[in-house]
Structure formats: C-alpha cells, structure tokens
C-alpha cells in the first residue's frame, strides 16, 4: 500500500493560523477587571475652545480666509483627536483595590490601588483613578494620579481617605479617567468592585473608674467575688465527703467532731466584669438626640477598649430590633466584636428595653458592674436601672451632659455625627 500523499499547506491557512496564535498568546485583562460602563464629559476649557473653533468657522465661511480656514481645521482636528485618543488607552488598564476591614471615625485611613498597563509598547498618560460613593458620603472620595505609565508595567498608589462618622461604607465601583491630550474632553471608564469598610466610633478619653463602684459593692458583700465551684484560691466552707473527692482535702479535726467525713470546699475568684448597657431609644426627628446617641455610643466603644485593655470581661446590650446581648468576654476578639457592633447599630424609635430585657435569661455567672448610657434619664431609663441592679449588679446612668457623665469619660465633638450609610453608584 502506498502511503497518502502529503500537501503543503495554503499560505492563507498559515497565516490564519499565525494570527490566532498571536492573538491567544496575548495577555488580557483578568474578566473581574474588565470595565462596566463608559462616560464622556466635556471639561470647561474645552468648551470654551470648541465655542471658539465654531466662531473661527463661521468667520472663515464668511470671510473665505484660507488662514482661517486652515486654523479651523486645527481646530476641529484637535477636538477629534482628543474625543478618540484617550479610549484605548483606559481600555488596555486594569486596577485592583486592597481596602481596609476596618477603620475609626476621625482617624485616617489608607486604600491601595493597583493599575496595570497591559498595551505592551502604548504608554498612559495622565490617569485620574478615583472612588464613587453613592449619595450621603461618608466622606471625600480618595483618589490619586498617575502621570506616566509605560506599557506593561504596574504601579501601586495610595489614596488618603478620612471618615467623619461611624458605619458601614459599602466600596462598589472604581473610576479611571484622563484628559489626554489637549484637555478638551475626560473620557472615564468605571470597574466594579465590591468591598466593605467597617468604620468604628469615635474614642476618646476614659477619665473614672467605671468598676470602682463594683468593686464597694463586692467588699461590702462579703465575699460576692467568690464563685463557689472547683477552685483553689480561697475557702469557701465545709460539707460532706462524697464519692470522687479528694482526700487530701478532708478536715479530720471537723470529722472527728461530727463522727462523719467533712472536706474542705474551696472557690475560685471571679474575674470582674462590666456590662455596657445602651438604650438606643430616640426621636428620629430630634437633631440633638441624634448627637447625643452618636455620643453615648463613642463613650461606649471608650469604656470597652479601656475596660477590656485591663484584662477585665466586657458584655453589651444595646435596645433596638432585634435585641443585642452579648455575654461577658475578654481578648482582642471581643473588643473588634463589641466595637463592629457599635458601629453598624442603627438608632431605635420604638422598642423599649426595660419590656426587651424582661424575658431575657441573665445567668448568675454574668453578674459585674453595669454602665447605663442613655440619651436622656427617663421612667423607662431607671426602671432598667433597678432591673440590672436586682439581676447583674450595680449599675451607673451616664448620661450626655450630666455630672457622671462627665466625670467618666471625655469624648471628642468629632464623635457626633450620624452613622455612615454610604453605598457606591453602580
């Protein structure tokens, strides 16, 4: 059998073929990064210059000057130009956001942005990348500029951003725009990108002892601080021996009194704990309670970074829909739990929290000191007073403006602001 002839392939498929490998071995952008949307926007400079081109016309038409003919059409060239110029060049970047989780009313904050040229030989000039809040922005929308970038290269940029009032600022589009050249028209191109910040309340300064009436209260009782259970700090008392205890623990000089085994009960001391309790309650219509929640919640968040910094337990109970109880910890965890709480908590016009907390368990074990702030001392404000009190312990009313107030805690005027709400434009 004779084998099968062999063709030489067409030039035309060759070079077909040539191309689609090139065009496959060419670098994208990823597809998260593509864009969504494009914008055209004709800057003041430039329309004053193409009003002025449009009366270099109609004087050239009507004069039939060839100077003027041939300045019109330097003109209306330019203008074409910088319509047409600046799209493939915002089509060949990419740009990655690296934001932060968290962030603190007042304090600055930093975002990162990442721009790639992928045009391997077409440089960029003059990009603008900024962030596009949605309406009521928490803040100025950071951005940054980049005046040269060469093809295939990446640059990462840092863009200040400052945070007025605590929240969540929901980052959902990224702006990359120019002006190049001439200046005449801004061509933006927009990237989505969805991403989080958690901006916590305004801290300020800690001036009092918020546990020093707890720790009267524990001494005065004798031994409040005690928890009777498997300890070894101090004695407790005495009972009968059972199955499983340790023998070394027996009293013989009370066993041979009584004719029976007596052991030796010990207990544990319990670590101090302080319960921050909030009473979100307000007129949505009152400006100045609005202020004084924003302050009540900065000296909340104070208190908890203080408190917990000492190594003491920290719970929260905060009135609203639904209601917030959140037990006794320690640790960094708990402080960033307790502060993201504070942060996103909305204001509360209609639940009461002396009817919330009245079928809420509160276990023994969470008993300590309780700090009440409020924006106002009302009937329902002291009626959670005496609640906590018979439940948890001794509690405190502070209330914005008031003498235990003052005395407790010093917040900075930057802490009344509304909460941020901001969203970014899609």
Not at 141 to 150: C, D, G, K, M, Q
Request: hydrophobic residues 40%.
């Amino acid at each position: 059998m004779t084998a099968a002839p062999e063709f030489a392939p067409d030039a035309r498929d060759v070079f077909s073929t040539r191309n689609r490998n090139m065009k496959a071995a060419r670098p994208r952008p990823p597809r998260s990064r593509r864009v969504t949307s494009y914008r055209l926007r004709l800057r003041a400079g430039g329309a004053v210059f193409c009003l002025g081109a449009v009366l270099i016309g109609l004087a050239a038409i009507d004069s039939d000057n060839n100077i003027l003919l041939i300045l019109f059409g330097l003109c209306l060239g330019a203008i074409l130009v910088s319509l047409l110029s600046g799209w493939r060049t915002l089509r060949g970047l990419s740009i990655s956001r690296l934001a932060p989780d968290i962030a603190v009313a007042g304090q600055p904050m930093e975002l990162r942005y990442t721009v790639t040229n992928h045009r391997g030989w077409w440089p960029a000039r003059e990009i603008h990348v900024c962030e596009i809040f949605g309406p009521h922005p928490p803040a100025a929308a950071p951005e940054t500029y980049i005046p040269f970038l060469r093809g295939g290269e990446a640059v990462t940029l840092t863009a200040p951003a400052l945070s007025k009032r605590r929240g969540r600022i929901v980052l959902s589009c990224m702006q990359v725009s120019t002006s190049f050249p001439f200046g005449i028209f801004v061509k933006v191109i927009r990237h989505r990108a969805e991403d989080e910040i958690i901006v916590f309340p305004t801290l300020g300064r800690l001036r009092g002892n918020p546990l020093e009436r707890s720790k009267l209260a524990d001494a005065a009782d004798g031994g409040a601080m005690l928890v009777r259970g498997r300890g070894d700090d101090e004695f407790y008392g005495l009972r009968e021996y059972r199955q499983g205890d340790n023998p070394r623990r027996i009293h013989w000089r009370r066993s041979a009194h009584t004719g029976q085994l007596m052991i030796r009960e010990m207990a544990r001391t319990r670590d101090p704990q302080l319960w921050c309790v909030i009473d979100t309650r307000i007129d949505p219509a009152d400006a100045e309670q609005r202020e004084k929640l924003e302050t009540t919640i900065s000296a909340a968040a104070t208190v908890i970074c203080d408190v917990l910094e000492q190594g003491t337990r920290v719970g929260l109970i905060c009135s609203g829909d639904p209601l917030l109880v959140l037990p006794p910890g320690a640790g960094r965890h708990r402080r960033k739990r307790l502060l993201r709480e504070l942060a996103v908590r909305t204001t509360n016009s209609e639940d009461v929290l002396s009817r919330q907390l009245q079928g809420v368990p509160l276990p023994t074990r969470w008993r300590g000191s309780c700090v009440l702030f409020a924006v106002k001392e009302t009937d329902d404000v002291r009626a959670v007073s005496r609640f906590l009190r018979r439940t948890l312990g001794p509690t405190k009313i502070c209330v914005p403006g008031a003498e235990a107030f003052d005395s407790l805690i010093a917040v900075p005027t930057s802490a009344v602001q509304a909460p941020a709400a901001a969203g970014a434009a899609t």
